[in-house]
């Protein structure tokens, strides 16, 4: 079964530093393109990152820009995000998805399997 | 705010006809991107709805259909069900190949 599944959530102080996973199952992990998604409590979703196949290219909200790192190893079939100085609104549940790399410029292909989401929250 | 523009809310009787507008720019679908569409039911992780403007993924029924013009995408539904009730989001690409998403549209069945 073509799967994702996120951990690493929890309750943070704020300026803390949380590192999430994501393992896929069932897929090629290199074959796509990962992106990370989130979506804060009564909101809607707000894309976060994204990482291309091999890990060279990398892009990011400017929300998040400079304070999270996405990154993934294809041998371990998992992606990551660390996300330092975190901030009360980061508070939010987390997703990633895949997106098929064969997507082309116009990105034809859409974010077809999504994990289940990890909550990160960010509280004194 | 999104760079996605959806109404908030929209809503229906069963078997009737619903659509849901996305409306862009000429820097994310005016500039070729295509628009995706999502469907977030209660307590469950979003579920690629239309793929490509107007691709269903198999499993997804005929009823639902996506269409894109100009600057701008809509998501139809025909025959309206009680299952349809849900958030329903739309997303693009920006030429600062960024993703972006719509705030999201809430189906309200009656």
């Known amino acids: 079964e073509v799967q994702l599944m996120e951990s690493g959530g929890g309750l943070v102080q704020p300026g803390g530093s949380l590192r999430l996973s994501c393992a896929a199952s069932?897929?090629?992990?290199?074959?796509?393109?990962m992106h990370w998604v989130r979506q804060a409590p009564g909101k809607g979703l707000v894309w976060v990152s994204r990482?291309?196949?091999?890990?060279?290219?990398?892009v990011y909200a400017d929300s998040v820009k400079g304070r999270f790192t996405i990154s993934r190893d294809n041998a371990k079939n998992t992606l990551y995000l660390q996300m330092n100085s975190l901030r009360a609104e980061d508070t939010a549940v987390f997703y990633c998805a895949r997106e098929d790399d064969n997507s082309g410029w116009s990105h034809f292909y859409g974010m077809d399997v999504w994990g289940q989401g990890t909550t990160v929250t960010v509280s004194s | 705010q999104s760079v996605l523009t959806q109404p908030p809310s929209v809503s229906g009787a069963p078997g009737q006809r619903v659509t849901i507008s996305c409306t862009g720019s000429s820097s994310n679908i005016g500039a070729g991107y295509d628009v995706h569409w999502y469907q977030r039911l209660p307590g469950t992780a979003p579920k690629l709805l239309i793929y490509?403007?107007?691709n269903r993924p198999s499993g997804v029924p005929d009823r639902f259909s996506g269409s894109k013009s100009g600057t701008s995408a809509s998501l139809a539904i025909t025959g309206l069900q009680a299952e349809d009730e849900a958030d329903y989001y739309c997303?693009?690409?920006?030429?600062?190949?960024?993703?972006?998403f719509g705030g999201g549209t809430k189906l309200t069945v009656l």
């Open positions: 990482i291309n196949s091999d890990g060279s290219t990398t």
């Open positions: 997303q693009s690409y920006d030429s600062s190949l960024s993703v972006v």
């Open positions: 069932g897929f090629t992990l290199s074959n796509y393109w």
């Open positions: 490509g403007n107007n």
